[in-house]
């Protein structure tokens, strides 16, 4: 089976769509191909690297080739970059592992994420980001979409659509009038072929009337990007995630949307299709329910960090109750690393 038919079976039956697309010549030339293993080095052991003895540690950086990390709540937390993060980062680029930034954020474009990247001090370039946005222009454009998008997002998606030629609406207000019911069919454009849900800071009604109004009809594609639940925050304030406003589109549109960013189908299949090793690539990550969850599905190694979504006291829940997907070892943050190779 061809990898384009095998991609359309796994992902088919979350949404109506006519074929996945293909992944670029860059990204499939980048490794050979190599056999799944399963081992690996502390499976599903929720290990305290802190823990470990100086040749376990020596032999944990050695047991990976490639690195694959989250960005907010593992690299920096909105514009500021948390401590040891940069350093750790270069210093796997300097044992010579490769580097993917692989971020459920969609507000900003590929070029956008290295560029914050290189202000707060790591090495990173635009080939090496893989967001959101990105896929879910990828993912259209792969399936040969020529229609219009609309688009309850930001400028992110709107931006990365733009750079392969898909048209779009709907980015920014959308403005709760006194008689918002009475929305009528010629309110809405009949180039409209897809709705695409990210993070939408300009969320509103009038926008959700839209959204589930486009899907009422079968031949809509409906993606997303993300469904994370929350954004990491350094304060004790709750910002809702982008799957806020997923599960309120699938709600009042009665429809599944295809889910682009971690742990799903695409990103996963994406990945594989870079030739990456599993057993030898590490994943990084601030939550067990995107990114050690897509790092377990992948076969890859796993680490946790508390820096973000998951704290010390959900730890102990994922310790006590051993329920899946559990990660390999974990740190309080990422630049502990740092100290266990000097120490």
Known sequence: MGLTKLLT???????????????????????????????KMFKSAVMNLREASNDQVQEFLNSFDTVL??????????????????ETMNYFRKL???????????????????LKAQQLGFIASEEEILSTAYLVAHYLKGIGFT????LLGSNGIGEELKAVGI??????????????????????????????????????????????????????????TNTDERFPKAASIVVPGTGTLVRAVETCSERRALVVGKPHAYVRKFL????????????IGDRCNTDIELGVRCGFQTLLVLSGVTSAKDLEKIRSEK????????????GDLQSLVTS
């Open 323 to 334: 329920k899946p997907p559990l990660p390999d070892v974990v740190l309080p943050k990422l």
């Open 9 to 39: 079976w796994l992902i088919n039956g979350r949404n109506f769509v006519p074929r996945l697309t293909p992944i670029p010549r860059q990204f499939l030339s980048s490794y050979p191909c190599r056999s799944i293993s399963t081992t």
């Open 167 to 224: 048209r779009h609406i709907g980015v920014g207000p959308d403005h709760v009038q006194p008689d918002f019911k009475n929305m009528k069919p010629s309110d809405l454009d009949p180039e409209v072929g897809a709705v695409v849900v990210g993070f939408d800071e300009h969320v509103s009604y009038p926008k959700f009337m839209k959204a589930a109004s486009y899907l009422a009809s079968e031949e809509c594609l409906f993606v997303a």
């Open 147 to 150: 229609k219009k998008v609309y």
């Open 69 to 86: 990390t989250d960005c907010d709540g593992v690299l920096w937390i909105d514009n500021n970059v948390i401590p040891g993060s940069a």
């Open 272 to 283: 594989e299709s870079c030739g990456l090793s599993p057993e030898r690539t590490l994943m």
């Open 96 to 114: 010579g592992k490769k580097i993917f930034y692989v971020t459920n954020n969609s507000t900003k474009i590929r070029r956008d994420f290295a």
